[in-house]
């Protein structure tokens, strides 16, 4: 059975990326689609996903749009730490719905780990799990339209540190989603 902490936490982020005033082509929230191919992602990487993962992929761009990357100074610098900003605000907004449906401190903590990417960095199965779907996520949906604004030599730098943060069956899985670009 499915604890009803879950599926309250699940629909109120749902309900915060509903509001994105970003949309795709066929007219869903950015934010919406992100969560909905994370977590397709996570779930094909890891069949059995932990509730803390399904919260962290579903969570990982909370309300990302809040933020803009342009708030933040030019160069690596300011992108490092807008992304850093972005992490920890994720962290914090999923934490607070948690603990509005009934979850403790504990789980609030775990899922902190993995949108921080503190779980990945320490080596942790589910941390890469979410970390190879983030990457998939990128290839599928922006890498194109980088590929065409950004210097070669940029974009292979990118690639590289990409795949170096994949596990070989995600590395697998984007050898496949290559393919079907390059056939499209």
């Known amino acids: 059975m499915t604890d009803p902490r879950l599926a309250k936490t699940l629909a109120a982020i749902d309900a915060a990326n509903a509001v994105d005033p970003r949309r795709t082509a066929d007219g869903k929230p950015v934010e919406v689609d992100h969560s909905e191919r994370l977590t397709r992602w996570v779930e094909r990487l890891c069949p059995t996903p932990s509730d803390a993962l399904r919260i962290a992929a579903q969570g990982q761009h909370i309300e990302r749009w809040t933020s803009p990357r ?51 960095r320490a080596g942790d199965a589910e941390g890469q799990a979410l970390e190879d779907g983030l990457c998939l996520v990128f290839l599928e949906t922006q890498y194109r339209d980088l590929a065409a604004k950004t210097p070669k030599e940029k974009m292979d730098d990118i690639v590289h540190k990409t795949l170096r943060k994949m596990s070989p069956i995600a590395k697998h899985h984007a050898a496949a989603l290559t393919s079907e670009q390059a056939c499209s």
């Open 70 to 120: 342009a708030a933040f100074p030019d160069g690596r610098a300011g992108y490092l730490r807008w992304r850093e900003e972005l992490k920890k605000f994720h962290a914090r907004r999923v934490g607070d719905i948690m603990r509005e449906a009934g979850y403790g401190a504990e789980a609030v903590a775990r899922v902190t780990e993995l949108i921080t990417k503190a779980a990945h």
